[in-house]
Each structure stands twice: as C-alpha cells, then as structure tokens.
Nanobody, 126 residues
Framework: VQLQASGGGLLQSGDSLRLSCAASGRTGILYAMAWFRRVPEKEREFVAG????????SYADSVKGRFTVSGDNSKNMMYLQMDTLKPEDTAVYYC????????????????????WGQGTLVTVSS
C-alpha cells in the first residue's frame, strides 16, 4: 500500500484548508486510515481517523469541532477538512493506514500504523 498526502500550504489564522491522501496498491486490506501531525522536537500526534467502512471516526480533542475526516473508497481517498485554523495547527501532516482490526476503536498510536505517506506542511500564521 502506498499513500500520498497533499494539500498543505501557508494560511492565516481562521482560514480553512483541505488535505487529501491518495491510497494505491492493496487498499482492500486496509481497516482504517488516519491523519497525524508532527512539529519539530515533538512526537507524532494523532489528529483524526476513519474506518474504511466510514462507520467509525475519531478526533483529537485539540481539533474536535474544527476538523472533519472523510473518505471516498471509490477513489481510494481520505480527506481532512480543517476549519478555523490556528497557529498551533502548524505542523507537517501525514496520512497513515492500518490493516489490522481493532475492536476497541481506531488506534491513535503511530506504531499501530504500518503504512505512511510523506508529509505535507501546513503553516498557519497569526
């Protein structure tokens, strides 16, 4: 499975942006996809995730109510709609995917995810 994230940019506080993640290869084995972000000298942080069936979503408290994760299986795409952006949202955003099923919910730990795309930089100025 290969993942490619895109859509990053330079924005101002309060702006909106949509990130996209294109999946290719054996996408049929995937259970869930997620967005993570990382700032320098910090660990990769879970942002949002969605099951491939679309019946489960999960959000970090810091983005709940502002970000929306969605997927389009017909196009093997995952999206992250980011509204009301804040300077603290500045980070490199990564998409990730996992093939294992987790009955307790979508995993939020980076090590659970086997497949990763390259990052896309989002910079929000105040």
């Amino acid at each position: 499975v290969q993942l490619q994230a895109s859509g990053g940019g330079l924005l101002q506080s309060g702006d909106s942006l949509r990130l996209s993640c294109a999946a290719s290869g054996r996408t049929g084995i995937l259970y869930a996809m997620a967005w993570f972000r990382r700032v320098p000298e910090k660990e990769r942080e879970f942002v949002a995730g969605i099951s491939r069936s679309g019946d489960r979503t999960s959000y970090a408290d810091s983005v709940k109510g502002r970000f929306t994760v969605s997927g389009d299986n017909s196009k093997n795409m995952m999206y992250l709609q980011m509204d009301t952006l804040k300077p603290e949202d500045t980070a490199v955003y990564y998409c990730a995917a996992v093939s294992s099923y987790y009955p307790t919910g979508l995993p939020r730990v980076p090590t659970r995810y086997k497949y990763w795309g390259q990052g896309t930089l989002v910079t929000v100025s105040s």
